[in-house]
């Protein structure tokens, strides 16, 4: 996914830009207002999937920026800013922003709101694994797995493999990032709704019916110690 970050403090760019890259996202930098709509936009340019907009910016109040952003795209805005109270983000979400994160963040948390951002409202602007047909971005392609999103059907070489609602939802996260490790906290927040204490169990279940169900125990990794992966089948 292709990320735009509006930050105006150098080194807070620079660090999260690492862990962002870490995660597979291609960062785009913009220290102003001004930076941010003119990178919004190229010509012939694949649009961002998500914007992480600062409000404390040097050239404009970040609101604007926000309201500028939303007149000319649809691309989902996160604001991250220091700026806590309540009337700061009651109004940053009626310019337009559609997350709300308040400094200092975990880090954790704030790459889960980018996906559940993201997957909510198709930010993301190519499905990473997809090969599908144009104007069919719901189907993502995984070797002889193929995931329909909308209807939420799995085939393997065309056959269809039955899941549970929550397999289902656990395949279609990974498949958001094949090679990226999902750490397991953050897919039990996003698939099971709820924290990591207790749910351990419940995740690697769900893992070994995925593995068994779609006959390929391959395609998801296990990293030791940090979460999951799916890794993109080879070619025949």
């Not at 990178?39 to 340019?45: I, R, Y």
Request: glycine share 10%.
């Amino acid at each position: 996914m292709r990320l735009l970050l509006v930050e105006d403090d150098d080194h807070v760019a620079a660090a999260l830009s690492a862990i962002l890259a870490r995660h597979g996202f291609q960062v785009t930098h913009a220290r102003n207002g001004e930076e941010a709509l003119q990178a919004l936009l190229p010509a012939g340019a694949k649009p961002f999937g998500v914007v992480l907009l600062d409000l404390g910016l040097p050239d404009q109040d970040g609101y604007e920026v926000c309201g500028k952003i939303r007149k000319r795209t649809s691309t989902p805005v996160i604001m991250v800013t220091a700026r806590g109270d309540v009337r700061s983000r009651i109004h940053g979400l009626n310019m337009g922003a559609d997350d709300y994160v308040v400094k200092p963040y975990d880090t954790g948390e704030l790459l889960a709101r980018i996906h559940a951002v993201a997957r909510r409202t198709g930010g993301s602007e190519d499905t990473v694994g997809t090969d599908g047909p144009p104007g069919d971005p719901g189907v993502v392609r995984l070797g002889p797995v193929v995931i329909e999103l909308p209807t939420r059907r799995v085939t393997v070489n065309g056959t269809e493999v039955p899941l549970t609602r929550k397999e289902f939802d656990l395949l279609a996260l990974l498949a958001q990032r094949p090679g990226v490790v999902f750490r397991r906290e953050q897919i039990i927040s996003e698939v099971w709704r709820t924290s990591w204490e207790g749910t351990g169990r419940t995740l690697e279940v769900h893992v070994a019916s995925l593995r068994s169900k779609l006959g390929m125990p391959a395609l998801i990794e296990t990293v030791r110690g940090v979460g999951y992966r799916l890794v993109t089948p080879a070619a025949p």
